[in-house]
């Protein structure tokens, strides 16, 4: 089983993509406390996954939740026009943040992480208390199900 699949069953949009928000910020947080601890190696390592792991996140909104929430609500230059910019934003932090570890520059990655959380968590939070459940709303239960499905195994 790929690290990103969680063996619990997801029944909604909300839960899943909430979900592999905490999982994210599990992952930032042992990136950050390698850094601080000198191991950049391993700090490089996970973040690695971190970065595929969030690239992947930002994929499945994008492609499947995003265009799904815009057919449904009529909206196409709304919330889904902001979350995509941030994600521009978002991305690049990525960048900043992966040239940091690679360069032994603690200082750098930690304004980085600084941005980037100042980016993520109005992001997260309108993703999870608003895009996420409304999208769950617009479906039945068999749509949420096969939505979620396609997320976590793609």
């Known amino acids: ?3 990103h699949v969680s063996p619990l069953r997801f029944d909604s949009v909300t839960r899943y993509l909430s979900w592999d928000h905490d999982r994210l910020d599990g992952l930032l947080g042992e ?9 950049f190696s391993q700090a490089q390592s996970i973040f690695e996954a971190f970065e ?13 939740l995003f265009p799904l929430f815009e057919a449904r609500s009529g909206v196409r ?4 026009a902001v979350m995509r910019s941030e994600h521009r934003a978002i991305e690049a932090e990525l960048v900043r943040m992966r040239e940091a570890l690679e360069a032994g520059d603690a200082s750098e990655y930690a304004s980085g992480l600084t941005t980037l959380h100042g980016l ?3 992001h997260n939070a309108k993703e999870e208390q608003v895009l996420y459940p409304t999208t769950d709303d617009f479906l039945d239960p068999a749509e949420r199900n096969e939505l979620v499905d396609r997320m976590m195994h793609r």
């Open 77 to 80: 230059h709304g919330p889904t």
């Open 31 to 39: 990136v950050t406390r390698r850094v601080q601890g000198g191991t």
């Open 52 to 64: 595929q792991g969030l690239r992947r996140h930002i994929r499945n909104e994008e492609e499947l």
């Open 1 to 3: 089983m790929s690290s």
């Open 120 to 122: 993520m968590g109005p």
